[in-house]
């Protein structure tokens, strides 16, 4: 009788000790209730003890990575510019992580001084280029920042349920435009994020890709402004294992660049997936090569394209309208399979005019003018 009065209890009350370990949410970092001042390398582990942090201006030391890796809720708040020092080495030159931060760059500048890198080869050759100038990966949001010429790649986006806006990269120096005629793989925002991530009302005037979407899940590039010799709005080149799903490429204009709109596959890549994308209200001119590429043959351009990644749902909506050069082709689909492009894809929101008609291989396609 003992036995079975007790058991109940002992039932109940592991049932109740557990309940909280599968409930409760840890905070990632709980931060003091304090202002920090990050004036220099030296001070910022003291600097990011606390949950309002101020950043002067300052010269960062060469050869190492300004990470802030702020408290749960911290507001991060620019002064003063930040320049990062001619120095060779891999990079990245900085980072900010954390949760639901607030990040204000107030209009000032972060200076990666690659007027003083570029030689025209990039992350290929030449001078090591530190690379990103900068990486996004935190939550919350990220706003008002100036990221001036960047050695290599601009800002890289690996934070989830982050708002990026008012952000202007700048490839090119006020006296001559060094870095149209010699930066490479300088790209504006890079994207790796398990999502969501917005990129919105921001600026990049480089010589890559204006944007590349490398992995992710809901991202969404909205209301900015490409200019320069820049590779366009792209989404790859996605590699092996790789999944890119729910992508919104919505009231962007593009100016001058090689490519418009692009989706880039490796021609080897495999179990790989590119699903659900939708171009709605762009405005393109000045297009050089390709309006609209979709191609599975990178690193080779309509080269012969391998099967391994599966492109489907692709939807121009609304109004997308492209205008190309005379030397440029207006629509090029590069597809290894109608399995690897299946479906049928609904472009009947483009337009794009000038230039020459390329070729749609291996993909069916509905309505647009092109």
Not at 73 to 80: D, F, L
Request: aromatic fraction near 6%; glycine fraction near 12%.
């Amino acid at each position: 009788m003992i036995f079975s009065k007790l058991a109940p209890i002992v039932v109940l009350s592991t049932a109740a000790l557990a309940a909280p370990t599968d409930l409760i949410k840890k905070p990632r970092k709980v931060g003091k209730r304090c202002t920090g001042t990050i004036s220099s390398y030296a001070s910022v582990a003291a600097a990011v003890e606390c949950t309002t942090i101020v950043i002067d201006a300052f010269a960062m030391t060469e050869g190492v990575t300004l990470e802030i890796d702020a408290p749960d809720g911290a507001t991060i708040t620019m002064q003063g510019d930040i320049s990062f020092p001619y120095y060779q080495w891999a990079g990245p030159l900085m980072i900010v992580k954390g949760d639901s931060i607030t990040f204000n760059g107030n209009g000032h500048s972060l200076k990666g001084n690659g007027d003083q890198y570029w030689d025209g080869e990039g992350t290929s050759g030449g001078s090591t280029k530190p690379a990103p100038l900068l990486r996004i990966n935190h939550s919350g949001t990220f706003t008002n920042t100036i990221i001036k010429n960047a050695p290599a790649r601009g800002v890289a986006i690996g934070g989830a349920n982050i708002v990026v806006s008012s952000v202007t990269v700048d490839n090119c120096t006020l006296a001559v435009a060094d870095g149209d005629s010699l930066g490479k793989n300088t790209d504006g925002f890079d994207v790796s994020s398990d999502g969501p991530v917005t990129i919105e009302s921001s600026k990049v005037h480089g010589q890559d890709d204006c944007l590349a979407i490398n992995r992710g899940n809901d991202i969404t590039f909205t209301g900015n402004t490409c200019t320069g010799p820049t590779h366009g709005i792209s989404i790859g080149s996605i590699t092996s294992d790789t999944t890119v799903s729910n992508v919104v490429i919505s009231n962007n204009v593009v100016t001058g660049a090689v490519n418009g709109l692009r989706i880039k596959t490796d021609a080897d890549a495999s179990d790989s997936v590119v699903e659900t994308v939708t171009y709605s209200g762009n405005t393109l001119t000045g297009i050089t090569s390709y309006g609209v590429l979709i191609d599975q043959s990178y690193p080779s351009t309509l080269g012969t394209p391998g099967t391994g990644v599966i492109i489907e749902g692709i939807t121009f909506s609304g109004t997308n309208t492209i205008s190309v050069g005379s030397s440029a082709k207006r629509l090029e689909i590069n597809c290894g399979s109608t399995s690897s492009c299946p479906g049928t894809w609904n472009l009947a929101g483009l337009t794009i005019t000038g230039g020459s008609a390329g070729a749609i291989k291996n993909a069916k396609v509905s309505g647009g003018t092109y």
